[in-house]
C-alpha cells in the first residue's frame, strides 16, 4: 500500500495470540459510537492514513458521556466527566491541540469551606440541612474515628499524619505483593485470589488501611467507581495504583467544559471521516469469508440503512448493546449476556433553585450512596467556576442558583424506576434545604460497566483482551468491556506497524507519547504503548463533600487534611540540602525524552554503564542526563542515549532482591564515574560518613534540583525487627525520622560512602515503608551483593572498586 502500508488491528495479550487482522488504506472501518473513545479513535485513524471511516452516533452530538450544558451566563454544567486528574497528561495535550482556548482551573477539594459533607457521613442525620464538615475537617474525623483507642484519645498532627502514611505504604506494599508493579492501567491476574475475594471495606479492614476510609470515600466511591461495602476489592486496588498516592497532583476543570474538546477534536478532522448523527445502530454482522460485515442503523425519524464494511469497531457500552451484535460466538455470550456482567447508574439533574443553607461548590452526602437513588452529591458549577481563592461567597450565593444533582444507583440503568427516581431527588432536595426547585435538563447513563466478584475470578477482564481482534478476520476490535483504552503500536518490518486496540464507549483513547509497558514477569509479552488517560473520560467525581460541626476540637488538625486527601508528595528526600552544581557529577536522571522531565536516578560507574533499579526500566527510559542539577532540561550535565537495558536476572519484584539494573550509553560519557562499594558490613563501621543524593522541588523557582542527606545505616537484624519483617542479604536499611526518603520518590537514587575521603556507591534506593518514621528506616538494594553481577560491566577504563 505504498508508503502506508497496512494496519493489523487487535490485542497482543501473550505470545501465543493469533495474528492481527490487516486494514488497508482503503478499507472502510465503521465505528458504531461517537463518543471520546469513537471520535478519538477515528482521528488516530486518519492520522494513520484511513480514507475511508465512518461514525455512527445516536444523538445529535458528540461527546458521549462527557456531557456540557452550557447556561445563559456561559457556565459549563457537567452533566457526565467532570474532572480532569493531574496525571491525565495525555487529556491536557489534547485539550492544547485540538481546543487551546479551553482554559484549565484547578478544583480544591482541600480548600476550607469549599466541598461540605453532611448527614450520615459526619454523624449527623440524614435530613439535617444544616450541619456539615468541610472534605479537610471531614477526612480528619475519619482518620480520628478510625484510629487505634490510643490515638483517638489524644491524637496530634503529627500522629495521625504518621498513621496514614504508615497506612498508605502498607497498601502499597501490598498491592505490589498482589499484582507485582505494572504501569498504571489493566492490572494483571492476582497472583492469589483468596487475598483479595472481598469486598473493599472489607479488605481494609483486613489489613488495618481503615486510615483511609475518608480518601477513598472520595477518590473511588463518589467518582462512581463503586460503595466500599460493596465494590470487590479488584477495582478499588485497580483504579487506586500507587501511582495515585505518589504522584502530587490537582483536580481541574475546564472553562468550556470537557465536551468542548471531544466537539473541537471532531471539527479538525471533519472533512477526514463521515460522521452520521441520529443514527443509532440496530444490527452488526461481522461477516464470514464469504460475506463482509454490514452494520445496519436507524434514523430518528425510523429509516433503516446499511453500511458494508471491512472492519466495525464497537465504541459503545456493550453492557447494553452486546446484543446489537448477531453474531456473538458462546465465548463472547459468556462474558457479556451473563450475569457476571453488570453496570451502575448516574442520573444527572440541572436544577434552579433558591440557595440552600450551605450553599457553596460542592455538597456532598457519602453515607447515600449506599441507598440507590438518593441524591449523594450537589454541585454548584458557577462558584467553582467563578472562585477566587475564598469561599466567602458573598453576592454568588444570592438569588436563585444553577446546581447539578447526582444520584447513584449500585446496578443498571435498565433497572432503575424514573418515577421512583424522581420522588427520591425531589425527597432528598427538600431535606438539603433546597426549595423552589425548577428542572433545567437531565441526563441519565450506565455508568462503570464491570463483572462481578464471580466474574473476576474466571478471569473474564482478561479473556475480553484474548480474544481482542480474534472473532473474524474482519472484526477490527473485537468485544471489551471494564471501562479500559488500549492502543498499541508495535514494531514490525520498516514498511508496516501494527496497530493493537481495545476499545470502549466509556474510556479515552489518547493520543499521547510514546511510553513503555514492562509487564508483569508471568507475562510473555512487551510491547510500546500510547500514553493514555484511561478513566479521563469516566473520571465523574460527584460533587464534592463536606460536612457537619463536629464537636472534636478538630482547628488543630487542618493541616492534615491535604495529607489525607491527596497522600502524595513527589521526589523528596526529607531535610535535605541543596548541593552545588558538578558536586556528584556521576549522579544521572532518565528521562523517555532528551529534555523532558526525568522518571528515575542512575549513577554512572563506568564511562558508558549507569546503575539504576529494575522498576527504572523499560521504555521510559531513553536518555540519560548525567552530571546536572536538574530534573529536566538541558542548562548542564551532558545527554547520552541509552541503547541496552540488563535486569539482575536474580530479581524478584515481589521480595525486591537484587532490585538493580545496568543501562548501557551510546557514547562514552566525560564525566568521571563513581567507584563501587565492594565492602560488606558496611553498616558497622565506626565514623564512615554516608548519604542519599536525590531530586526535590523545593528550591526557589520551585524545580526539582539535586539535594543530598546524610542517613544513618542499620544493621539487616536491627532493621528487620524495626519494621517486623526479614530484610534480605541483598537489601540494606538506611534513614531515620529526621532523615529519609518519602513519598513519590523515584527509584534509583545512590546512596554513598565517604571512606578515606573516597566516595563510593554503596546502594541504590527502592523503596520506602515510611515517611520519616521514628524507628522506622527504609530498605535500598546493597551493591556489593551485587558483585557478580556488575563486574562484567567494568571496562579497562572503568574506576576499580574498593576491596
Request: charged share 20%.
Amino acid at each position: 500500500m505504498k508508503a502506508f502500508g497496512w494496519l493489523a488491528v487487535g490485542l497482543s495479550v501473550a505470545a501465543s495470540a493469533p495474528s492481527p487482522i490487516s486494514i488497508g488504506q482503503h478499507d472502510r472501518v465503521v465505528i458504531v459510537g461517537g463518543g471520546p473513545a469513537g471520535v478519538h479513535y477515528a482521528s488516530l485513524l486518519v492520522k494513520k492514513g484511513l480514507k475511508k471511516v465512518i461514525v455512527l452516533e445516536a444523538l445529535d452530538r458528540v461527546g458521549g458521556k462527557s456531557r456540557t450544558e452550557i447556561d445563559k451566563d456561559g457556565i459549563p454544567h457537567e452533566m457526565g466527566t467532570c474532572y480532569a486528574n493531574g496525571i491525565y497528561g495525555p487529556i491536557f495535550d489534547l485539550i492544547n491541540q485540538y481546543d487551546p482556548t479551553n482554559e484549565k482551573f484547578v478544583w480544591p477539594v482541600n480548600e476550607p469551606g469549599y466541598v461540605k459533607i453532611m448527614g450520615e457521613s459526619i454523624g449527623a442525620t440524614d435530613t439535617d440541612p444544616l450541619s456539615n464538615l468541610d472534605y479537610p475537617h471531614y477526612n480528619i474525623r475519619s482518620i480520628a474515628l478510625n484510629a487505634p483507642p490510643e490515638l483517638q484519645r489524644s491524637a496530634n498532627v503529627t500522629q495521625l499524619q504518621d498513621l496514614v502514611r504508615l497506612q498508605i505504604g502498607r497498601y502499597i506494599g501490598l498491592h505490589n505483593a498482589i499484582f507485582g508493579k505494572y504501569p498504571y492501567g489493566l492490572p494483571p491476574p492476582p497472583k492469589d485470589w483468596s487475598v483479595i475475594d472481598m469486598t473493599a471495606m472489607e479488605f481494609l479492614r483486613r489489613n488495618n488501611l481503615m486510615a483511609l476510609e475518608g480518601t477513598l470515600r472520595f477518590s473511588l466511591q463518589q467518582q462512581g467507581y463503586g460503595v466500599l461495602e460493596t465494590i470487590p476489592a479488584f477495582y478499588m486496588l485497580w483504579w487506586m495504583h500507587p501511582d495515585q498516592f505518589l504522584k502530587k497532583t490537582n483536580v481541574f476543570s475546564f472553562r468550556k467544559g470537557y465536551q468542548s474538546l471531544w466537539t473541537s477534536l471532531h471539527a479538525a478532522h471533519e472533512h477526514d471521516f463521515k460522521t452520521i448523527f441520529l443514527a443509532k445502530a440496530v444490527a452488526v454482522n461481522r461477516g464470514n469469508d464469504r460475506k463482509k460485515p454490514r452494520v445496519t442503523y436507524q434514523t430518528r425519524w425510523g429509516d433503516l440503512g446499511t453500511i458494508v464494511a471491512d472492519h466495525v469497531v464497537m465504541a459503545v457500552d456493550l453492557s447494553v448493546n452486546s446484543e446489537l451484535v448477531e453474531d456473538l460466538s458462546a465465548d463472547e455470550k459468556q462474558l457479556f449476556q451473563t450475569g457476571d456482567y453488570t453496570a451502575s447508574t448516574f442520573l444527572t439533574t440541572l436544577i434552579e433553585a433558591d440557595p440552600s443553607p450551605v450553599e457553596t461548590a460542592s455538597v456532598g452526602w457519602f453515607a447515600r450512596m449506599q441507598q440507590n437513588g438518593r441524591v449523594s452529591a450537589v454541585r454548584n458549577s458557577r462558584l467553582s467556576y467563578l472562585f477566587t481563592n475564598s469561599t466567602n461567597w458573598g453576592d454568588l450565593i444570592k438569588g436563585r442558583q444553577a446546581n447539578l444533582a447526582y444520584q447513584y444507583y449500585d446496578h443498571p440503568l435498565a433497572e432503575v424506576n424514573p418515577a421512583d427516581a424522581q420522588a427520591q431527588r425531589d425527597i432528598d432536595l427538600e431535606w438539603a434545604g433546597i426549595h423552589n426547585v425548577e428542572v433545567t435538563t437531565q441526563f441519565h447513563t450506565n455508568y462503570f460497566p464491570r463483572f462481578t466478584q464471580a466474574g473476576l475470578k474466571k478471569g473474564l477482564p482478561w479473556k475480553i483482551w484474548d480474544m481482542q481482534g480474534v472473532a473474524t478476520d474482519t472484526f477490527a476490535n473485537g468485544l471489551v468491556a471494564a471501562t479500559h483504552f488500549q492502543l498499541v503500536i508495535r514494531p514490525a518490518t520498516p514498511a508496516s506497524e501494527r496497530l493493537h486496540c481495545a476499545c470502549h464507549a466509556t474510556a479515552n483513547p489518547l493520543d499521547g507519547k510514546m511510553s513503555y509497558v514492562r509487564p508483569h514477569p508471568d507475562d510473555a509479552y512487551y510491547c510500546h504503548q500510547l500514553e493514555i488517560a484511561l478513566l479521563s473520560t469516566t473520571l465523574r467525581t460527584r460533587g464534592a463533600f463536606v460536612i457537619f460541626q463536629f464537636t472534636f476540637a478538630m482547628a488543630k488538625f487542618l493541616a492534615l487534611g491535604i495529607v489525607a486527601a491527596s497522600a502524595a508528595a513527589q521526589v523528596e528526600v526529607v531535610n535535605s540540602t541543596n548541593v552545588p552544581v558538578s558536586k556528584y557529577p556521576f549522579v544521572a536522571t532518565i528521562r523517555a525524552t532528551e529534555t523532558g522531565p526525568a522518571n528515575c536516578v542512575a549513577s554512572l560507574f563506568t564511562p558508558k554503564a549507569l546503575l539504576t533499579t529494575a522498576s527504572c526500566t523499560g521504555g521510559s527510559a531513553v536518555y540519560a542526563s548525567i552530571g546536572s542539577n536538574f530534573w529536566e532540561g538541558n542548562k548542564d550535565g551532558e545527554r547520552i542515549k541509552i541503547v541496552k537495558q540488563t535486569i539482575h536476572p536474580q530479581y524478584n519484584d515481589t521480595t525486591e532482591e537484587f532490585n538493580l539494573a545496568v543501562l548501557e550509553l551510546a557514547s562514552e560519557s566525560n564525566v568521571a564515574p563513581v567507584k563501587l562499594n565492594w565492602k560488606e558490613d558496611i553498616e558497622n563501621e565506626l565514623g564512615i560518613v554516608s548519604k542519599l543524593l536525590g531530586f526535590n522541588d523545593d528550591n526557589a523557582d520551585g524545580e526539582n534540583v539535586l539535594v543530598e542527606n546524610h542517613m544513618t545505616m542499620w544493621s539487616n537484624d536491627k532493621c528487620s525487627k524495626a519494621i517486623e519483617y526479614e530484610v534480605l542479604p541483598s537489601n540494606m536499611c538506611v534513614g531515620d525520622a529526621e532523615h529519609d526518603i518519602c513519598y513519590g520518590d523515584s527509584a534509583g537514587q545512590p546512596f554513598t560512602v565517604i571512606r578515606d575521603n573516597v566516595e563510593y556507591l554503596a546502594g541504590v534506593a527502592h523503596s520506602w515503608v515510611g515517611c520519616g518514621f521514628e524507628g522506622i528506616p527504609n530498605i535500598i538494594s546493597r551493591v556489593s551483593d551485587a558483585r557478580d553481577f556488575l563486574e562484567p560491566f567494568l571496562s579497562g577504563t572503568a574506576v576499580k572498586p574498593v576491596c
